[in-house]
């Protein structure tokens, strides 16, 4: 393997610029503070109308970061993925006492409606400037034990500018537990422990063999196709085991230089990603020095709304193998 390129430099916070600080910071924020709950009460959760599960944790973060962002950022819309209609009906009391008990403890003086106001405010459309948000990407992780991920992203004119991941349970240091991962455009990427302290350069592996390619996947089969993920990988003839993730915690092995390749095929082939599963990890990747396209090449288009209407499916990696297994990709998937 080449040797990885000596880009470990630590940067000053400011040197992000004023609005990376502030998001990085409602995020690290919301992560201390659900570190103060115990873990039973966040995970508490109900099942949406797609069947997904939504819980305690999903609508405290969204509530706790949107005002945040609401006080920094007054005139952003947000576009986040949770609403607060499922904690309205009758049957959702317990749950949606317990949300407003957290949020309150945090922000002292809101009330039920105000709580459910902060998760709703969530609801903007995507115009020319707006941040998207997951307060919880992997929420199955999180109710496992696996990994998961805070996701905030600055969207303009179609672009992601700013990439925030806070990731509780990802280690990049074996004394630190929670990684707080931070992208910004054209100027890098970095991490710092969740708890604080100082930031370090992130850069992907230089590895640029097939067949030593280490390979990211969802931890849910029903997310990506498990079975197409394995093909591909025997027409690499790789011979790492694959590592099956939740979230965008893959996102940030990929940039950390841990993995190469990270494959998104989707089970049902009119899938679409939503915007806040993508838009932070891409970034991070791509200011990591790695490339991010769909399963066709294209890059990923963020001009659609919510959803990535124009792109089928997610391969990142560290850029030295992305043609390699884009082509494996055409010749088992899309041809
Ligand atoms: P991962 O753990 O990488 O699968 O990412 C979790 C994300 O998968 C969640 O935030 C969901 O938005 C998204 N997701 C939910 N259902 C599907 C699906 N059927 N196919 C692909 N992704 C999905
Ligand atoms: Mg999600």
């Known amino acids: 393997m080449i040797p990885r390129p000596a880009r470990r430099a630590q940067v000053d916070a400011e040197a992000l610029g004023r609005e990376a600080v502030l998001a990085a910071e409602a995020v690290r924020n919301t992560v201390q503070f659900l570190w103060t709950v115990q873990h039973d009460a966040i995970r508490s959760s109900l099942t949406k109308t797609d069947a997904s599960p939504v819980t305690v944790a999903d609508f405290v973060v969204q509530a706790l970061v949107v005002a945040r962002l609401a006080r920094d950022f007054p005139g952003d819309p947000i576009v986040a993925e949770e609403d607060a209609t499922p904690l309205r009906p009758e049957t959702a009391d317990v749950l949606r006492r317990q949300v407003v008990d957290l949020v309150g403890q945090h922000l002292p003086g809101s009330d039920t409606e105000s709580v459910l106001a902060w998760i709703d405010r969530g609801a903007s459309s995507c115009g020319h400037r707006f941040w998207t948000l997951d307060p919880i990407d992997g929420t199955r992780g999180l109710l496992r034990g696996g990994q998961y991920a805070i996701a905030l992203a600055l969207m303009i004119d179609g672009m992601v500018q700013i990439g925030i991941l806070g990731c509780p349970r990802l280690s990049l240091r074996q004394d630190v537990e929670g990684s707080l991962a ?116 294209k890059p990923l288009d963020f001009t659609t709304g919510r959803r990535l209407l124009r792109n089928r499916g997610v391969l990142a990696s560290n850029g030295f193998l992305h043609d390699a297994v884009l082509r494996v990709v055409r010749q088992r998937i899309v041809g």
């Open 182 to 297: 931070i992208a910004v455009r054209d100027k890098g990427a970095w991490w710092a422990p969740l708890s604080g302290g100082s930031l370090t350069q992130l850069a992907v592996s230089a590895e640029t063999r097939p067949t030593h390619a280490r390979a990211l996947h969802s931890y849910e089969s029903r997310h990506g196709d498990v079975t197409e993920f394995n093909r591909v990988l025997r027409g690499l003839r790789t011979v790492e085991p694959p590592v099956l993730m939740d979230g965008q915690a893959k996102h940030v092995l990929l940039a950390a230089g841990s993995a190469e390749v990270l494959l998104r095929i989707p089970v049902d082939h009119d899938y679409r990603e939503a915007m806040w599963d993508q838009a932070a990890g891409s970034l991070l990747v791509q200011e990591a020095g790695g490339r991010v396209t769909d399963l066709e090449g």
